[in-house]
């Protein structure tokens, strides 16, 4: 079976500083994987490379059988290839439904109604204020938000960008558990945290960054079991 | 009593005039932060496209039927020299400094004012009056012609016109801007860009949207400005985009509702000026020192202008 996603030699540079030095992946139907690793290990780039958003200077990335480093980042997401950014990146002035249309805003089917109440269940909280302007809410609120957007143009892979970045322990727990859910209901999941325990729990697959290279991967329970990860990534001597 | 109604009557027509050419101004710069200083120039070209629809079409009628093709006419000609700027002269510098494309604006804006003085009165097969001078703007029956008198207070027809092409503008925009799908991506883009194309938007259609609306606001107020002086010449965008552009900024620019409402308060404050401010330094010479000093004075006080938010901060 071939691989939902597929990055290859992947090399991306701001200028002549490569944040991405030649890292290969895979991403297969049905799992969560997850890149860990510290601040300025490349994988914001890595996904803004997938997205569009940025281009390699080497490399193929291919999903679905298509090379995306061709397509214009706004084609990418109606080929099934979502992207909550890190920083949740809502739009603050809009209301919480107008954030959500936007998530569907390369579909044009009669569904997209459905799919709005499936986020409302989803993540409730964003159903009682929907008609709230997004930029008034809590960091854990825009969270969900930005997850709920991204659901909102039917992905069949979700890339998620450190969901639980800056928020408390409890809404981390919120987060991560629906990571799991969007998972049980179909949804593939490349998770890119710095939070590595709770990420690592979850994965099927794990890649350890290291500044621009893949040093370490395998299964999430080899990677939570590795030496070098609890010594790293988990604050254990 | 009657001097202010009246001065409250001409300051309402000069500030819809404002109102309809600073929207082109704050809908560019709310998406690309670009000041498209030859935006004042497609409003020229908006009323240089209703006379030149009147001249191939309907030399010599002038009933209100024509008004509509005029208008039709003015808004392809702005929006077709809108687009054809965008895509030409500032896409390439979309990642440029952002001093390059203000100089690239004044460039334009040159290019253009001359492009209609020399060439306007020699396109082949169309005996087009010549540009250097005045050219005599058409007179539509109804909308020009005997003023309306309430009391002691005179009403041109064609501030009726602006007041009400103002109204119709401004409404269809809310629609655009808050209704359709079109107008929220337009939205998500000036609110951030690169989540936006995140979403599938593709940006670059947004900011040809933006250049194409305010096209068309700026040439209904071509066809407004024709009427109301009868007569349009190449420099007609200079004084009218400044002021415009001064009025954006007055309601903070990147604000569709500041650029009217911003619009509308610099008429009326220059309306006012010329009748009350008393001495040497009042009457009609200094309406445009009390305008910009309006400028100045809500700079100081308030630098994001009447409606406009302080920047938000991204989470």
């Not at chain 1, 805003?105 to 269940?121: G, M, N, T, V």
């Not at chain 2, 202010?4 to 710069?29: E, K, P």
């Not at chain 2, 001249?55 to 002038?62: D, I, N």
């Not at chain 2, 002269?89 to 952002?98: F, I, Q």
Request: with cysteine.
């Amino acid at each position: 079976m071939s691989a939902m996603l597929e990055v290859k030699d992947l090399e991306v540079a701001y200028g002549k500083i490569k944040a991405v030095k030649g890292i290969t992946f895979d991403v297969q139907e049905g799992e969560v994987v997850t890149l860990i690793g510290t601040n300025g290990a490349g994988k914001t780039t890595t996904l803004r490379t997938i997205s569009g958003l940025l281009r390699p200077t080497k490399g193929s990335i291919t999903f679905m059988g298509k090379d995306l480093t061709s397509v214009p980042a706004h084609e990418i997401v109606s080929l099934g290839l979502a992207h909550s950014p890190e920083g949740r990146r809502i739009f603050p002035k809009l209301t919480v439904e107008e954030n959500l249309l936007l998530g569907a805003f390369s579909r044009k089917d009669r569904e997209i109604d459905s799919d709005l109440q499936a986020a409302y269940e989803l993540f409730p909280i964003l159903e009682e204020r929907s008609k709230q302007p997004a930029g008034t809410f809590s960091g854990g609120e825009q969270q969900m938000l930005a997850m709920g957007r991204a659901m909102m143009s039917r992905p069949k892979l979700l890339m998620l960008d450190e969901p639980s970045m800056g928020l408390s322990p409890l809404m981390m727990k919120r987060i991560m558990s629906t990571v799991t859910t969007l998972q049980e209901q179909g949804t593939t999941i490349l998770l890119v945290e710095q939070n590595a325990q709770a990420a690592l729990k979850r994965a099927t697959k794990g890649y350890v960054l290291e500044v621009g290279n893949i040093v370490l991967a395998g299964t999430g329970q080899e990677l939570l079991a590795s030496d070098d990860v609890r010594k790293a990534y988990l604050g254990e001597d | 009593m009657d001097a202010f109604a009246q001065q409250l009557v001409n300051g309402l027509t000069l500030g819809s005039l404002y109102a309809l050419i600073a929207v082109g101004y704050t809908v560019v710069y709310g998406i690309v932060q670009l000041i498209n200083f030859a935006h004042g120039e497609v409003f020229m070209i908006g009323a240089f496209g209703a006379l030149s629809t009147w001249l191939v079409l309907f030399k010599g009628q002038t009933g209100l039927w024509v008004l509509p093709i005029m208008i039709i006419g003015a808004i392809i000609a702005s929006v077709v020299t809108a687009v054809l700027m965008e895509r030409i002269a500032y896409r390439p510098l979309r990642n440029a400094p952002r001093l390059a494309p203000l100089i690239t604006a004044i460039g334009i804006s040159v290019f253009l004012q001359e492009f209609v003085r020399l060439f306007y009165g020699r396109v082949p097969f169309l005996d087009f009056p010549d540009a250097k001078q005045k050219v005599p703007f058409p007179q539509i029956d109804v909308v020009t012609g005997k003023a309306f008198e309430i009391g002691n207070v005179t009403i041109q027809r064609s501030a009726v016109f602006t007041v009400g092409a103002l109204i119709m503008c401004a409404a269809a925009l809310w629609y655009f801007v808050n209704r359709t799908k079109m107008g929220r991506g337009m939205q998500a883009v000036s609110q951030d860009p690169d989540t936006a194309r995140l979403m599938g938007i593709n940006v670059d259609r947004v900011i040809v949207v933006a250049f194409a609306i305010g096209a068309a606001l700026a040439a209904i107020a071509g066809v407004a400005q024709g009427l109301q002086v009868t007569n349009i010449n190449f420099k007609m965008g200079f004084l009218a985009g400044l002021k415009a552009f001064t009025a954006a900024v007055l309601g903070g620019i990147g604000n569709v509702w500041g650029a009217v409402v911003g619009g509308v308060t610099l008429g009326i404050v220059e309306a006012m000026a010329v009748q009350f401010i008393p001495g040497t330094f009042g009457g009609s010479p200094w309406k445009d020192v009390w305008a910009f000093a309006l400028l100045i004075i809500v700079l100081v006080f308030r630098p994001q202008g009447l409606l406009g938010a302080k920047v938000v901060d991204r989470a």
